[in-house]
């Protein structure tokens, strides 16, 4: 079975509440790891949100979505994250942590990703503490995309080793930061689901 096949497979399978998790780490990953196009945009925009702070963190970033061209969006993403030499915020966990890039969390993230199986895909130039790689691998796990598929336990220690510490404070920092106009919403919707997910470990340890 192909590893497309395996998480279609997996994903059909999932609990309603773990598919939606999964999605949201997906959504973070996209918006994250490179600007939406017109098709992300006009997806984006059909979003629909309750009243709870996550669900007016959608609800917000789908009025931004229907009146963002993708190179507005694309000259938002370079102005927060890339620049002229470093963009506004620098969103990979080693910095928040220890405020330099490349130290000893990305190097413990390494081992915990060769433990699990993981291994970098060649095409990405960004170290693996992105932000946007970590989604991606939270949504991964969850699903059993990447072949494994980890229980509640496994993920949390996931989670708590290399995202709880210092995400919600990234999405804090995304949400108010100058250059954010389609990107304060998702900074709201990452801080209020990375919120949720610790509480929701520490109710499943507890």
Known sequence: MSQE??????TGSLPEEERLRADLYSLLARLLSGPPEQ??????AGLRGDDGDLGRGITALAKVARITTPEAAAREYNA??????????????????????NEKPLARLRAHMAKLGLAR????????????????????????AFG???RLADQEAFFNSHIAQWAGHFFTDL?????????????????AFMEIEIEAFRMEGG
């Not at 098709?39 to 984006?44: E, T, V």
């Open 5 to 10: 096949a395996h998480a279609s497979e997996m």
């Open 39 to 44: 098709s992300d945009l006009d997806a984006l």
């Open 80 to 101: 927060l994250f890339i620049g002229l030499g470093r963009g506004e915020l620098l969103p990979y966990g080693s910095y928040y942590l220890t405020g330099f890039l």
């Open 121 to 144: 895909d060649p095409d990405v130039t960004e170290p693996e503490d992105h932000i946007a790689s970590l989604c991606e691998m939270m949504a991964g796990l969850i699903t059993g």
């Open 148 to 150: 494994v598929q980890l």
């Open 175 to 191: 949400e108010g930061a100058e250059g954010s106009l389609l990107y304060a919403p998702v900074g709201k919707i990452g801080r």
